[in-house]
């Protein structure tokens, strides 16, 4: 029986960069009507489970709750028997137990904080992350109909790799181990303490490593972007160094554009590692401060390809028009 599975964040969207900058809300009931959508795309396409993670305000338990009262499913949709804890623990978590439950896709509602958090479970499982967080460089925008149709063909195909994209990260090693990674930026701020997670203040930021940043990126990132582009699918990163060399116009967050300083920067290579220099320091992977350096720390921030499998959405969609998939011929009478 072909699976799938939803993982959608309730605090995405919701941090200090609401305070101090400009950034889109998207609350909770909206999350919901997202998932009733992705769901009904689903069903559309013959999918019988569907396991989407509990989580603290209930997107799972409503949307279910909404389309049944509707008669628009029936017992499709399970939530997963999970214990949650109200952090990005829960996505990583919920994650993993879609894999061993053998899902062949799983859709995101989140920002890149939460497809960092659910592709350090999900293993080969692909994702489909539609936006709805802050900085949204890895998510898309996308209507959760023909994303949830896009879910149910992946699930019911033989795997095909050309649907699916294979994303780089930057993995972090302290003290020779490996403690976390991020999909998109890796940055390294004098902050001393993780606080209030989200990075927004440059006066602090020494050091920033991408393994991608365009000129339509938001975040950190963008100063890539606007200084030395990487596209998503380029075998390389950037790494960035703050100072007084030169100086770059970015939107360093939502309605927030601001000239950063730079010293110098660097192409990444596949395998290439960057030195933390600042100690002591924080670094924020994906917008959010999570490793502490103390001054007797070492550590380094590699580039890789180990992140995870990211669904082709309009390919997959092509493919089933191709295929007739969506098309029924009228019996002759």
């Known amino acids: 029986?072909?699976?799938?599975?939803?993982?959608?964040?309730?605090?995405?969207?919701?941090?200090?960069?609401?305070?101090?900058?400009?950034?889109?809300?998207i609350d909770n009931e909206e999350k919901v009507n997202i998932a009733k959508r992705v769901i009904l795309g689903m069903v559309s396409m013959g999918i019988k489970e569907i396991f989407i993670m509990p989580d603290t305000f209930g997107i799972g338990d409503k949307a279910i709750y909404q389309l049944k009262k509707r008669k628009s499913i029936d017992n499709q949709v399970k939530i997963l028997e999970m214990t949650i804890e109200g952090s990005q623990n829960d996505s990583t978590k919920a994650a993993n137990l879609m894999k061993e439950k053998g899902v062949k896709c799983i859709v995101t509602l989140g920002g890149d904080g939460t497809n960092r958090a659910v592709s350090k479970g999900c293993g080969g499982v692909p994702l489909i992350p539609i936006s709805t967080g802050t900085n949204n460089v890895f998510p898309r925008f996308m209507e959760g109909t023909y994303a949830g149709i896009a879910a149910g063909l992946i699930a019911g195909w033989p795997e095909d790799k050309e649907l699916f994209v294979v994303n780089k990260r930057l993995v972090v090693v302290k003290n020779g181990k490996k403690v976390d990674s991020a999909l998109i930026d890796a940055v390294v701020s004098r902050e001393i303490f993780i606080g209030a997670r989200a990075v927004?203040?440059?006066?602090?930021?020494?050091?920033?490593?991408?393994?991608?940043?365009?000129?339509?990126?938001?975040?950190?990132?963008?100063?890539?972007?606007?200084?030395?582009?990487?596209?998503?699918?380029?075998?390389?990163?950037?790494?960035?160094?703050?100072?007084n060399n030169l100086t770059v116009r970015a939107p360093i967050a939502p309605g927030i554009v601001k000239e950063v300083g730079i010293k110098k920067y660097t192409v990444l290579n596949i395998g290439d590692k960057v030195e933390v220099k600042t100690k002591p320091c924080t670094?924020?992977?994906?917008?959010?401060?999570?490793?502490?350096?103390?001054?007797?720390?070492?550590?380094?921030?590699?580039?890789?390809?180990?992140?995870?499998?990211?669904?082709?959405?309009?390919?997959t969609l092509l493919k089933g028009v191709k295929n007739r998939i969506f098309i029924k011929e009228r019996e002759e009478i």
């Open 200 to 243: 927004w203040d440059m006066e602090k930021v020494t050091q920033i490593i991408i393994t991608r940043g365009e000129p339509t990126n938001i975040g950190l990132s963008s100063i890539g972007g606007y200084l030395y582009p990487i596209k998503w699918d380029e075998p390389k990163g950037l790494y960035i160094e703050i100072g």
């Open 1 to 25: 029986m072909s699976r799938v599975g939803i993982i959608a964040n309730p605090a995405s969207g919701k941090d200090i960069r609401r305070l101090v900058a400009y950034g889109t809300v």
């Open 283 to 315: 670094i924020a992977l994906d917008g959010e401060r999570e490793v502490e350096f103390t001054q007797n720390d070492k550590g380094y921030i590699m580039l890789d390809t180990g992140g995870p499998r990211v669904v082709d959405v309009k390919k």
